[in-house]
């Protein structure tokens, strides 16, 4: 266990719970959830808007965090939100779960900068298509501080936004350091619809659908 003084600090929870992975390249693997609340985007199709709020969660030291991913036994950390970064805390809590072994993911919403994010955190960086409403507050910068095994997600919710993508992908050369994942928006963009288009196109991209989602967990 890491010296108390590693591990002190608080953060607003909105809840810490086991489940499958449902995204990314650990789909279906066992982790330990930690859903932090308040948000600075407000994305059209956010499937956690209570978590949005940025007074809204339980205060819970980074220590308590600590002692319930020990509890859970499990070796894998899903930190989420909202968008974690808004929170100092969160980089004590990375810091003290590597520091126990634990594989740690970061699920980002792309618009604040990842420079303090420690490099062994697995980064899920969240590119926002036009239909999110958010695409003009992506920080280009943050794509020096990425490398295989992180991940950029686009969510696709119409052709429009699959377009955009694409131009993405290939003009920054993503699928170059980075796995890249495209995941259909839940009942908005059906996933077979999407593979087709990725296939017609031959795009080096991983399609990806919630898998929690269709096994009914949260």
Not at 173 to 185: C, I, N, Q
């Amino acid at each position: 266990m890491p010296p108390s003084s590693a591990t002190e600090g608080v953060l607003r929870v909105r809840e810490t719970f086991v489940s499958l992975q449902g995204e990314g390249t650990a789909a279906g693997r066992p982790a330990f959830f930690v859903r932090l609340s308040g948000c600075n985007l407000s994305c059209r199709w956010c499937d956690t808007p209570e978590s949005r709020l940025p007074g809204s969660g339980t205060p819970l030291p980074v220590n308590e965090i600590l002692e319930r991913r020990r509890r859970s036994g499990l070796s894998e950390v899903l930190i989420t939100g909202g968008e974690p970064l808004l929170q100092e805390a969160v980089y004590t809590l990375m810091e003290a779960l590597l520091a126990e072994g634990v594989r740690v993911y970061l699920e980002t919403n792309g618009s604040l900068s990842l420079r303090r994010v420690p490099r062994e955190v697995i980064k899920i960086v969240d590119w926002k298509p036009p239909s999110s409403g958010m695409s003009n507050r992506m920080n280009p910068e943050n794509l020096r501080y990425l490398r295989y095994p992180d991940q950029i997600k686009f969510v696709i919710a119409d052709e429009e936004d699959y377009l955009w993508a694409k131009r993405e992908v290939l003009s920054r050369g993503l699928f170059r350091f980075v796995e890249v994942l495209f995941s259909p928006v839940w009942e908005e963009m059906p996933p077979e619809k999407l593979a087709r288009l990725i296939l017609a196109d031959r795009l080096p991209v991983r399609l990806q659908i919630q898998l929690h989602k269709l096994l009914g967990l949260p």
